[in-house]
Each structure stands twice: as C-alpha cells, then as structure tokens.
C-alpha cells in the first residue's frame, strides 16, 4: 500500500528553527513536494526533492533520503505567518495511475 | 495567485441536489487534479484529466463525475448530494502529469467551500 506519515501538529517559537519529518512507503518515486496550506486556503508549494540531499531556498529547507523514505522540512527564523498546515506529497510510479498522495498535514503553531 | 481559477467560491445547497464545480487551469497546463479536503483531514485525491482524458482515479464517489473541456477548464459535479460532501473542494493544475518529468509540480486554485444542509 501506499502511505505518507508527519505529526498531526507541532509548535515552536517565533524567531526559532523547527523541524517537520515525513515518511513515506509508496509503489515506485519520483519526488516529494512540501506545500504550505494556511486555513481555508489553497496550498502552496514550497520545495520539491527528488534526489537525496537538502535543497534550500531561503529560510525554508527540504531533505531528502530515498533509502529510508524520509523527508523533513526545515523552517528557520520562524515567523508568526509561518502558523499554517505543511502538507509531505510524494509522487509515486510515473504510469497511468501517475498522481501524487498528500499526508494528512502537520498543524504548526507559532508562539511568540 | 496561482494562475487556477476555481468557481464559485461558496456554494451552499440541500441534500439530494446536484452542484457544477469549475475549474480554470494555469496558461499552458495540460493536466487538471481534482481534491476534496473535508475539516480536519488531508487532501483527498478524487480525479486527474490530462489533455481531456481521465488520466487516474482516486477516491472519487460514483455520485460525483468530472471532465475536461476541449479549452482545458474542468468541471466536477457532484449529484445526490449528502451532509458528508460539504468540504473544500480544490483544483490543481501542472504542465504535464503523466509520463513528464518529477518536477511536474501542482498548482492550487482557491477552492469551492461547498456546504450541504
């Protein structure tokens, strides 16, 4: 089966570095997206990882290890608009059945 | 702004009706992905068109059905309608979504809040 973990929720500290893991088991990979959904909004893409290593752009950053099927999204410097659900989405075997599974979300509460 | 546009924004509706949902893809996206996320859960995958052909299929109820136009746009509608479909309804769209490259990343419009009484 397929099947995509990440904590239901976290908080952390305005101004501090916060860490979001997500691991996933799906049939065949080809990338893991990270998309930031603030509430009632559509979601926003942030990094997209298909290769193992970080990729950072700004303060937010994106691992990847394909050998254990993990990822994790790193937010630095955290700010109060940064309170919002981070949705881990992996897109499996590139075939007719192609499309991308969604986690449930980790709910990021900011403190100030 | 993500370049999808969805209509309406709010639709509110009894149970048994039957509602259109629209969707506009991005300028140059072929492919068009179909989501419900209902309160407190995850995006629910229902329905992907690429270039106007049902591309793959998820957890999409027989009571509901979509398509896509010639011109792109899409529609999913949603017939014999229960409590449990009121829920954000979201549009995606991507370059290419079948057969493409990894980077083929989804764009979301704004959604369709969808409220059954």
């Known amino acids: 089966g397929q099947n995509i973990d990440q904590p239901t929720e976290m908080t952390a500290t305005e101004g501090a570095i916060v860490q979001i893991n997500c691991t996933y088991q799906?049939?065949?990979?080809?990338?893991l997206f990270w998309y930031q959904q603030h509430a009632g909004e559509a979601p926003t893409f942030l990094s997209y990882n298909v290769l193992d290593g970080l990729e950072e752009k700004g303060r937010f950053s994106s691992f990847l290890s394909r050998s254990k099927g993990y990822s994790y999204l790193l937010l630095k410097e955290l700010q109060m608009k940064d309170s919002a659900s981070y949705l881990c989405a992996v897109r499996g075997a590139l075939n007719r059945d192609d499309k991308i599974i969604f986690g449930k979300g980790t709910r990021l509460h900011i403190l100030p | 702004d993500s370049g999808v546009t969805q209509t309406p924004k709010h639709l509110i509706t009894a149970t048994g009706q039957r509602v259109t949902l629209r969707c506009s893809p991005r300028?140059?996206?072929?492919?068009v992905y179909w989501y419900q996320q209902s309160l407190d859960q995850g995006l629910q995958f229902l329905i992907q068109y690429y270039n106007g052909e049902e591309r793959a299929k998820g957890n999409i109820l027989e009571r509901f059905s979509a398509q896509q136009f010639p011109d792109l746009h899409s529609e999913l509608n949603l017939s014999s309608l229960e409590l449990g479909d009121s829920a954000l309804y979201f549009c995606?769209?991507?370059?290419?979504?079948?057969?493409?490259?990894?980077?083929?990343?989804?764009?979301f419009g704004p959604g369709t809040r969808l409220t059954v009484l």
């Open positions: 300028s140059g996206d072929l492919s």
């Open positions: 995606a769209s991507s370059v290419e979504g079948f057969g493409g490259q990894g980077t083929d990343t989804q764009y």
């Open positions: 799906t049939s065949g990979f080809n990338g």
